[in-house]
């Protein structure tokens, strides 16, 4: 009987001391955060700074939710870009459109969710939650975007890839000029090389002032076909000579973007490959409502999402974002984690020739040359 308990009770003694002054961020993580959600952002500091951290894992982070108004993009993400603990990126077109602001150094600023709305709408003032904005800000970005792109660079066919870095570029400039160098992740993407995508570019203010443009002549044509198999032939690189894991911030089209290059290579294009090898996600969204931004690791795992036999070790912390990754980068920080940046923005091409040929020396076994069984079983991890 008692060999039988071990296995419960192996677990760290539950026995802190009083918590005292100057204590680090790291010692409060590792010592104070012993149960529920605190536990669980315990288990993703470790399993980020201890596993996510060796250099043959690919690491993406998905992002949604208004996480740059409250000024995460400067504060957290531009920091694990240059610790080289952010490989690529997949976020929504708002994150990156509230980012510039903080590029063209124009103000957000603290308010409150209490407020009369009437009142901020008659004095030109945007409200996101608790976090205030004069209508200027939105008019004065509108402004820059417009004229940034209708530059010749933009009026082509592209990925989002390739437009967010275009966009960093610019933005960098404007931060050198203006020394706001490190306000902005798009710019610090730029100058890290670190692959930026969005599932859905026309959901924000840039697809709204790319199609404005589009209307007067402009030739600015975003192709998420590009996208969908450059992410593939990332991950598809990562499983061959390494492991992939992704955190996961809220979630949204964000999170299925991030996830689904797993089932594109093994559904679709018919590589014998399994999921991501680790899965972090920080969510305040419910399983039981049947929504992705919800969904288990475990229920990931039925779509060959993430990979069964690591599944076990994927931490779902139920907690907002906001809290939890301030709290994340600090501990990297204080555990001094650096990694040589894998700068995959100009390795994307060749990487999806690569998936292009592989895919073409097997793809009558996907289109049409197998019967729904064999389809099955080639599913299942053997070829027909």
């Known amino acids: 009987?008692?060999?039988?308990?071990?296995?419960?009770?192996?677990?760290?003694?539950?026995?802190?001391?009083?918590?005292?002054?100057?204590?680090?961020?790291?010692?409060?993580?590792?010592?104070?955060?012993?149960?529920?959600?605190?536990?669980?952002?315990q288990e993703l500091c470790h399993?980020?700074?201890?596993?996510?951290?060796?250099?043959?894992?690919?690491?993406?982070?998905?992002?949604?939710?208004?996480?740059?108004?409250?000024?995460?993009?400067?504060s957290c993400i531009v920091p694990m870009i240059r610790s080289g603990m952010i490989d690529y990126i997949v976020t929504t077109g708002a994150n990156l459109y509230h980012d510039l602001h903080h590029s063209l150094?124009?103000?957000?600023?603290?308010?409150?969710?209490?407020?009369?709305d009437n009142e901020l709408f008659e004095k030109d003032i945007i409200r996101i939650y608790d976090i205030f904005m004069e209508y200027e800000v939105l008019a004065a970005t509108d402004n820059w975007l417009m004229r940034t792109f209708s530059r010749p660079e933009f009026q082509k066919r592209m990925g989002t890839r390739e437009l967010h870095y275009l966009l960093g570029k610019f933005a960098d400039e404007v931060e050198q000029e203006r020394g706001t160098v490190g306000k902005s992740f798009i710019a610090e993407a730029y100058r890290y090389e670190v692959p930026?995508?969005?599932?859905?570019?026309?959901?924000?203010?840039?697809?709204?002032?790319?199609?404005?443009?589009?209307?007067?002549?402009?030739?600015?044509?975003?192709?998420?076909?590009?996208?969908?198999?450059?992410?593939?032939?990332?991950?598809?690189?990562?499983?061959?000579?390494?492991k992939s894991g992704v955190v996961v911030w809220g979630g949204g089209s964000p999170k299925n973007f991030i996830l689904q290059p797993e089932p594109a290579l093994?559904?679709?294009?018919?590589?014998?490959?399994?999921?991501?090898d680790y899965f972090v996600q920080v969510t305040d969204a419910r399983p039981d409502t049947g929504g992705l931004s919800g969904a288990t690791p475990n229920e990931a795992v039925s779509w060959a999402k993430i990979d069964p036999d690591t599944v076990n070790q994927s931490v779902v912390c139920y907690s907002d974002a906001t809290i939890v990754m301030p709290l994340l980068t600090a501990y990297l920080e204080s555990c001094k984690i650096r990694r040589k940046?894998?700068?995959?923005?100009?390795?994307?091409?060749?990487?999806?020739?690569?998936?292009?040929?592989?895919?073409?020396?097997?793809?009558?076994?996907?289109?049409?040359?197998?019967?729904?069984?064999?389809?099955?079983?080639?599913?299942?991890?053997?070829?027909?």
């Not at 951290?53 to 409250?70: C, E, I, M």
């Not at 093994?266 to 991501?276: P, W």
């Open 47 to 74: 399993l980020i700074s201890e596993k996510m951290s060796s250099q043959d894992v690919y690491v993406g982070f998905s992002l949604s939710g208004a996480l740059t108004p409250a000024g995460l993009g400067s």
């Open 266 to 276: 093994q559904e679709v294009l018919g590589f014998d490959i399994k999921g991501h």
């Open 1 to 41: 009987m008692a060999g039988q308990k071990d296995k419960f009770l192996k677990g760290k003694r539950i026995s802190p001391v009083p918590i005292v002054d100057e204590l680090s961020v790291k010692d409060l993580i590792d010592n104070y955060f012993n149960g529920y959600n605190a536990a669980r952002i």
């Open 196 to 242: 930026i995508y969005t599932s859905s570019p026309g959901d924000s203010t840039l697809g709204l002032d790319i199609a404005a443009l589009n209307l007067v002549g402009k030739d600015i044509y975003i192709d998420s076909s590009i996208d969908v198999n450059e992410t593939a032939a990332l991950i598809l690189e990562a499983k061959q000579i390494g």
């Open 105 to 116: 150094d124009l103000p957000l600023t603290q308010g409150t969710p209490f407020v009369n």
């Open 341 to 384: 940046p894998k700068r995959l923005y100009k390795k994307l091409p060749k990487l999806t020739d690569k998936l292009r040929k592989k895919f073409l020396q097997q793809k009558d076994l996907i289109l049409g040359k197998r019967s729904v069984a064999d389809t099955i079983q080639f599913l299942k991890g053997s070829k027909a």
